[in-house]
């Protein structure tokens, strides 16, 4: 790119640096979507398998679960309020009218509540249902795939990059194939593999965004100055 | 061709024409003057906040080229620039580079009236 200072700029030169920065703030959220994958694969970890693990160690039973749960999910919610910060403020420019709802929705004043609300219904049902906790948390995670589909949405003006697709495909088809197996009473290992899978495709996912080049977008950098 | 048809097509280049006329007064904006600064300024608008190594990297530019398009750009009062300590780096200072309000309105509106003529 040449520099030439002071030098009067066309409509379309203008045009395709607006849209050269766009597509270049597109690659710096695929990288922070590659940390909340990251934080998120940790989450699901934690969440699946972290109070079996304490409880093989030393047998503490439902009171380890408390903790675990919050451990989880306080790692993803604060991936998440990092990333989608990221997310808003670049949809503010990009998407100039239609910003405020979606604002609204990825914001830490909406996310906020929405986890102690989440969290409240986990505890409660662990209190007064505890047969019914899987069942809540992979609704939860069901809804979590919708809402992180959404944001994505939001945060790519063409195609989603495909290790997207891959994590929020996995974790959609992991919450409704575990949902359907909690009606055919199936074995611990039935979920443990199936999580297992998704985990690792959330670290693949990750790590693919993390060590993604900064792309040449040749056609747009020609000719600007 | 009915009224709707006819009220819809006059707000059409009503839009289009004070899109234009916004355009203009920016093509004659000093800041937008090069590509390079459009395109450190919509990065940063979207960004925020950056340092310069990032900048660099991601624009293409040259050491001496970027700080000189980021000094007109702080000239302008559009970015604030400072020196933050890095972690890991040895302790040396890392220069970051963020938006002010100022050049988040220039920059909205930028894009706001090259996207009302279909980017």
């Known amino acids: 790119m040449m520099d030439s200072g002071g030098a009067d700029v066309s409509r379309d030169e203008m045009r395709r640096a607006v849209r050269l920065a766009i597509r270049l703030n597109e690659y710096l959220l695929r990288r922070a979507w590659g940390i909340l994958f990251l934080a998120f694969a940790l989450s699901m970890f934690l969440s699946s398998f972290g109070t079996p693990i304490i409880d093989s160690l030393a047998s503490i039973g439902v009171a380890s679960t408390l903790p675990v749960n919050l451990a989880a999910s306080g790692c993803g919610i604060i991936a998440i309020l990092w990333a989608f910060k990221r997310v808003r403020n ?22 906020v509540p929405l986890w102690i609300a989440t969290e409240a219904v986990v505890i409660l049902t662990i209190v007064f249902a505890s047969s019914r906790v899987s069942l809540v948390v992979f609704l ?70 993390r060590t993604r080049p900064v792309p040449e977008f040749e056609e747009e950098r020609t000719g600007l100055e | 061709m009915s009224d709707d048809d006819e009220i819809k097509r006059d707000f059409e280049k009503t839009v289009t024409d004070e899109a234009i006329r916004s355009l203009n007064e920016q093509l004659n904006e000093s800041t937008f003057k090069s590509s390079s600064r459009i395109l450190i300024l919509v990065l940063l608008a979207q960004a925020r906040r950056m340092s310069s190594v990032e900048l660099r990297t991601l624009t293409g530019l040259g ?57």
């Open chain 2, 63 to 119: 050491k001496g080229s970027l700080e000189n398009h980021l000094n007109k750009l702080e000239g302008f009062g559009f970015v604030r620039i400072s020196n933050a300590k890095s972690i890991g780096a040895r302790g040396s200072p890392r220069q970051m580079v963020e938006i002010t309000e100022k050049g988040l309105d220039a920059c909205r509106a930028l894009v706001k009236s090259i996207s009302s003529l279909a980017l």
């Open chain 1, 90 to 111: 670049s949809a503010e420019i990009t998407h100039p009218d239609g910003v405020q709802a979606w604002s609204r929705l990825l914001g830490y004043r909406f996310l």
């Open chain 1, 140 to 209: 939860i995670r069901l809804g979590l795939a919708v809402y992180m589909y959404c944001a994505l949405r939001l945060s790519f003006s063409e195609k989603i990059p495909r290790e997207t697709v891959i994590a929020i495909g996995s974790l959609s088809l992991s919450s409704i194939a575990s949902i359907a197996l909690l009606s055919i009473t199936a074995s611990p290992g039935s979920y443990a593999l199936l999580w297992g899978a998704t985990i690792v495709a959330w670290i693949f996912s990750g790590i693919y965004a």
